[in-house]
């Protein structure tokens, strides 16, 4: 297997690719990305925790203009993944609204998005529809 | 107790394309404007809060003093998203409340028009070597790979999450509000656009992020207002007329995000206008129900049904069924956003926080012409700077 490099740094590669949260060690608040302490209970001590692979859709748009560059139409949710909130694309689905609905069970997936000149692939991530 | 706060003068320019004017010259008119309206002169002011977030370096306030007089009174130039202006009034509000002078003025001025999507940028290609970087360790752009950074994509998913939780929504009702605002502003001079659009015109525009079509969207534009505040103690000081045409300024409060679950996920909208509403109507001692007419930030048709709630201008979970009833139009039970809004009056990003309390000073002034509420007595702005920062001003007519 080629190297790999994942988008985001709370995005873990290897056999079962899973998203990680930042959760603060006092009050159990989570977040994504690096942390100088916690928002809610000013606690500075977090430890990582894995994110299930499967949540719900709670809300979407379908983005049809964007920034240049960027391929349009998509759609960006925020799917609820066992009470954390996590922020994607909805991938593997048609970006209609008589497709994507309020509710649908999704599965996170992983993809590459491209090889940089050393070789290395870098991985994306997305929810994608339930069976 | 504090004395009361008053608005003496106050003004908006025209809203729209303004190639021949430059940042200067709009903030310069709506400080003017202001000035004379008030029956003051730059030598009254004791304190600036100034607002403009696209004009580039050096501070607009200092820019402006040279324009408009010298007078070496301190200026706190302020930046709080589409919450400046209102930033500025509140640090005019509060110098004059804390006693520290009995005049303030406060402007914000933007030069938008032309301007196409805010926020995102464009995506760079990607880059030749895969380098985390920032506090998530991006190798590459974000936006449009973990879902959207622009504006009309975040609020519609704002919108749809509201519908999502307590039903009824769905794209024609959101257009509805729409039709509502470009309607409104038919009897706005100084709106950007001045056109009714029927609920066809607005569903078959432009998608931009669904559910919000192009008119569906805050209108950029340029445009300034400007506002004169003095203390009661000052107020007794000057004509009757002045004092006639004062607004009180029952109400003036700024809020951020309290820590939620989701918060720094998708902006959450609501705690903080909620909040800021309910410190709001506390300070003023009047309640909803009161309200002659409501400016809301409409950035985007699903963002005004939202606020519906977060202000109380309805139950709980109730913003569609308060659109249905009628309530919002100019002949409803709350008029919300007579001047036609964001989607039609039109957003000068720093300008809308002082643009919005004008709007509402005309109408209880009676000076609304065309467009008048009728006997309007008590009056609420409100804006939201994405971030957050939400601004709620209560308004009377003097007594």
């Known amino acids: 297997m080629a190297d790999q490099i994942p988008l985001v740094d709370y995005l873990v590669l290897g056999d079962n690719p899973h998203l990680v949260a930042r959760e603060c060690e006092q009050c159990g608040s989570r977040y994504f990305g690096r942390r100088n302490a916690c928002a809610g209970c000013f606690g500075t001590e977090f430890k990582t925790v894995r994110i299930p692979d499967e949540g719900t859709l709670e809300t979407f748009t379908i983005v049809a203009q964007a920034a240049p560059g960027i391929p349009v139409p998509f759609v960006s949710g925020v799917i609820d993944v066992d009470g954390t909130a996590v922020r994607a694309n909805v991938v593997n689905v048609e970006p209609n609204p008589d497709k994507v609905t309020m509710g649908m069970k999704l599965r996170l997936t992983t993809f590459p998005i491209g090889v940089d000149e050393a070789g290395v692939e870098a991985i994306s991530f997305g929810y994608e529809p339930v069976g | ?399």
């Open chain 2, 1 to 399: 107790m504090s004395e009361d706060i008053w608005i003496l003068g106050i003004h908006m320019t025209k809203f729209g394309k303004h190639p021949d004017k430059d940042t200067l010259d709009l903030a310069s008119e709506a400080v003017m404007g202001a000035l004379a309206d008030g029956g003051v002169t730059m030598k009254d002011i004791g304190v600036m809060g100034a607002g403009n977030l696209m004009g580039g370096a050096g501070g607009i306030g200092q820019q402006l003093q040279k324009q408009v007089g010298q007078t070496g009174i301190p200026v706190y130039n302020v930046a709080n998203a589409c919450a400046t202006g209102a930033t500025a009034l509140r640090v005019a509000a509060m110098a004059v409340k804390a006693g520290e002078v009995d005049c303030g003025l406060a402007v914000g001025v933007e030069k938008l028009a032309g301007a196409g999507l805010l926020a995102g940028g464009s995506r760079a290609d990607n880059s030749k070597n895969w380098t985390p970087q920032g506090r998530q360790g991006a190798v590459a752009a974000l936006d449009g790979r973990v879902g959207t950074d622009t504006m009309p994509g975040v609020f519609a998913q704002i919108g749809m999450e509201y519908g999502h939780r307590y039903g009824g929504t769905s794209f024609e009702l959101f257009a509805r509000i729409s039709e509502k605002n470009h309607s409104h502003s038919t009897l706005n001079p100084l709106a950007s656009y001045q056109k009714k659009m029927s609920l066809k015109e607005i569903m078959g525009d432009v998608m931009i992020a669904y559910p919000n079509t192009r008119p569906m969207c805050s209108a950029n534009c340029d445009g300034a207002a400007a506002a004169v505040v003095v203390s009661d103690s000052k107020l007794k000081k000057l004509s009757a007329e002045q004092r006639r045409r004062a607004v009180k300024i029952s109400a003036s409060i700024l809020t951020t995000d309290p820590w939620e679950d989701a918060c720094q996920v998708l902006p959450n909208v609501n705690t903080l206008t909620r909040n800021a509403a309910r410190q709001a109507y506390e300070q003023a001692s009047v309640g909803p129900e009161d309200l002659d007419l409501v400016e809301l930030h409409d950035c985007f048709a699903t963002a005004e049904l939202v606020h519906y709630d977060n202000l109380m201008l309805c139950e709980e979970g109730g913003a569609v069924d308060f659109f249905n009833s009628g309530a919002p139009w100019r002949d409803g039970k709350t008029p919300v956003n007579v001047s036609g809004g964001l989607e039609s009056k039109g957003h000068p990003i720093s300008a809308t926080g002082i643009a919005n309390i004008w709007e509402v000073c005309t109408h209880l002034r009676g000076e609304g012409g065309a467009r008048q509420i009728e006997g309007a007595k008590v009056g609420l702005a409100h804006v939201i700077g994405l971030g957050n920062a939400c601004g709620v001003h209560i308004l009377e007519k003097a007594a």
